[in-house]
């Protein structure tokens, strides 16, 4: 979850946040500017998955056991001074932002929520307007094992002489 979560604060760097992206609820209600970056952590599920694929990979052939699907969810909240500034740094994060994201060899899809636009008095923060939203990350947990090599129609010499004579 580490990968993702980064992958996000870079994102958000990328579109235009200038301050320290914070990561907890704590550090955001603290937070005396106006111009406001998060991505929190709201929620993880897993759930069974029993899907194989056989791949190769330098030779060898392996086979890939999907065990859990994991869901995670981050909570990303973008807060400036006007509308304007809000809006040029959401556009620029959708922009950025990726279908996906490769972490450890494997692929986690990201999907943008709803996204909620706050007011001065609806919020904790300090900023005139917020735009909050949730990511959701779809990946998995996986298992490789590799495939043994099965050599088909090779017989040795002795192996022949052996059965010939038993007969």
Known sequence: MKEERDYLVGVLKKAGIR?????????LKNCNETHVGAVLRVKETFARSGSKKIYGEEGQ??????????????HVVIADSNEEKVDAILTNFMKNIGKGVPVDRNWVEINVGDVDWIEEGDSILKSKIAVEFDVTLTGGIYED???????????E??????EQDDR
Do not use: A, F
């Open 19 to 27: 301050s320290i992206v914070h990561d907890s609820l704590k550090s």
């Open 61 to 74: 052939r392996k086979q890939r056991k999907k065990l859990h699907v994991r869901i995670t969810t981050l």
């Open 145 to 155: 094992t590799d495939l043994k090599k099965v050599e088909v129609g090779k017989i």
């Open 157 to 162: 010499k002795k192996e022949l002489q052996e």
